[in-house]
């Protein structure tokens, strides 16, 4: 998909800035540069570069992905009371005074403008991400740390995100069957959207230890089975007394 939309969109010619050098299109809220085949906003493109060359993963950080849209809060939320269940009474448990976003930081999001604030955090890590992992760095795969990536219906991500962009856009907001073509040229926010998908699945298949592939429905459907699978796969299962 993303060799149709390349062709439609246009460049910058500046020569400083690497960003220039990015086919560029616009149509969303703000205009997206085209990266290693994926559509990113700018300001995380440059990120996303920068920590190519200098985010260093650790054998047990604990990474989680997701396209926008797809659960992410909600996995954030259920990730981070896993892994701390023993560290916090519940009246002073922080997902009570602090959302999951908070208390789980992305790694292309700098946090107060600081780059390298993810390398102070203690370890085990538990981080997030919208990067597909072709835009990670290579050590990712070698280092033993473990992923878990949440796919979601493009049909619910999709109406999901309109209704962001149109609530925090207003302005700039997007015609819904606009939305609805782009989306699905593959020219979207961290898009193709099925592509950003495959490329965790594929890499699921071989890695089952170190990648788990979820699907948000069936977490839905049966959440207690799946926050238990989730649990195992963190090293950190529930036992039953």
């Known amino acids: 998909m993303a060799q149709g939309m390349e062709g439609s969109a246009t460049n910058s010619h500046g020569t400083g800035d690497p960003l220039s050098k990015l086919p560029t299109r616009e149509g969303w809220s703000e205009p997206l540069v085209l990266y290693k085949n994926y559509w990113l906003r700018p300001r995380f493109a440059a990120t996303i570069m920068r920590l190519q060359n200098t985010f260093e993963p650790r054998h047990d950080d604990i990474v989680l992905a997701t396209n926008p849209k797809c659960g992410t809060t909600w996995i954030k939320a259920l990730a981070f009371a896993i892994t701390n269940r023993f560290r916090y ?47 990670f760095p290579d050590s990712l795969a070698t280092c033993g740390c473990r992923i878990v990536y949440v796919c979601r219906d493009p049909k619910d991500a999709l109406v999901s995100w309109w209704h962001f962009e149109s609530k925090v856009h207003r302005e700039r907001s997007v015609d819904f ?20 998908c495959l490329e965790y699945w594929r890499e699921s298949i071989p890695c089952p230890n170190r990648i788990l592939f979820l699907k948000y429905e069936d977490m839905m459907s049966e959440p207690v089975k799946y926050v238990i699978r989730l649990a195992t796969f963190l090293g950190v299962p529930f036992s039953i007394k």
Not at 102 to 126: A, H, K, N, Q
Not at 180 to 190: A, D, T, W
């Open 177 to 196: 069957e606009a939305a609805v073509n782009m989306f699905s040229e593959g020219f979207s926010n961290y898009g193709p959207f099925w592509e950003h």
């Open 89 to 135: 009474e519940f009246c002073n448990h922080p997902l009570l005074f602090r959302h999951p976003l908070e208390v789980v930081p992305f790694l292309e999001i700098p946090r107060d403008g600081d780059m390298t604030y993810v390398e102070t955090l203690p370890s085990p890590r538990l981080l997030a991400t919208h990067m597909p992992l072709s835009l």
